[in-house]
T-cell receptor
Framework: EPEVTQTPSHQVTQMGQEVILRCVPI?????FYWYRQILGQKVEFLVS????????KSEIFDDQFSVERPDGSNFTLKIRSTKLEDSAMYFC???????????FGSGTRLTVV | AQSVTQLDSQVPVFEEAPVELRCNYS??????LFWYVQYPNQGLQLLLK??????LVKGINGFEAEFNKSQTSFHLRKPSVHISDTAEYFC????????????FGDGTTLTVKP
């Protein structure tokens, strides 16, 4: 069964450093998403991406965040200057149609120290 | 804007017993509804979805859910659970006018005991 692959599984970074979280969505999917889950809290929407541009972004997704689909297969989330409160599990998801439901990756646990 | 309330944070149940995980939603527009399951150290996996048509939807692993528009609910059920069903379950809602964005509930931890 096709999978969404996320790397790395765990990343530790110092406050103020830039991080790039990587995702390889399912190859024939058209819609891509990033969600995050702070420990013990809800799964929160960050951003949706379609046709090489952002479709929607949440209030969390401020100027420190950016997404890119650089080569037609990878989908990346960049945090320019990490803060302690960015520590969370970040999930990439993709879907073939708007209402198909998501296929999630296993997540990247980001720890900012 | 929509919101999702999962009424039980933890549900312990014995193996082979039936289970219901409750989900209520709030939205000013028509919605699509989803249930996801998250096993330890894994991503979320789609269990089932309601888009339109029959209000009773069947998903993977023997789960089903019933959409009740008047009660704005989408409760998840399984007639007989297994130890392997132990996981976190998330209800999610998307409004029909939005580009696939989902709002998730807090999750319900289902623990199946032998």
């Amino acid at each position: 069964e096709p999978e969404v692959t996320q790397t790395p599984s765990h990343q530790v970074t110092q406050m103020g450093q830039e991080v790039i979280l990587r995702c390889v969505p399912i190859s024939n999917h058209l819609y891509f998403y990033w969600y995050r889950q702070i420990l013990g809290q809800k799964v929160e929407f960050l951003v949706s991406f379609y046709n090489n541009e952002i479709s929607e972004k949440s209030e969390i997704f401020d100027d420190q965040f950016s997404v890119e689909r650089p080569d037609g297969s990878n989908f990346t989330l960049k945090i320019r200057s990490t803060k302690l409160e960015d520590s969370a599990m970040y999930f990439c998801a993709s879907s073939g149609g708007l209402w198909d439901g998501y296929t999630f990756g296993s997540g990247t646990r980001l720890t900012v120290v | 804007a929509q919101s999702v309330t999962q009424l039980d944070s933890q549900v312990p149940v014995f193996e082979e017993a039936p289970v219901e995980l409750r989900c209520n939603y709030s939205s000013s527009v028509s919605v699509y509804l989803f249930w996801y399951v998250q096993y330890p150290n894994q991503g979320l996996q789609l269990l089932l979805k309601y888009l339109s048509g029959s209000t009773l939807v069947k998903g993977i692993n023997g789960f089903e859910a019933e959409f009740n528009k008047s009660q704005t609910s989408f409760h998840l059920r399984k007639p007989s659970v297994h130890i392997s069903d132990t996981a976190e379950y998330f209800c999610a809602v998307s409004d029909r006018g939005n580009a696939g964005k989902s709002t998730f509930g807090d999750g319900t931890t289902l623990t199946v005991k032998p």
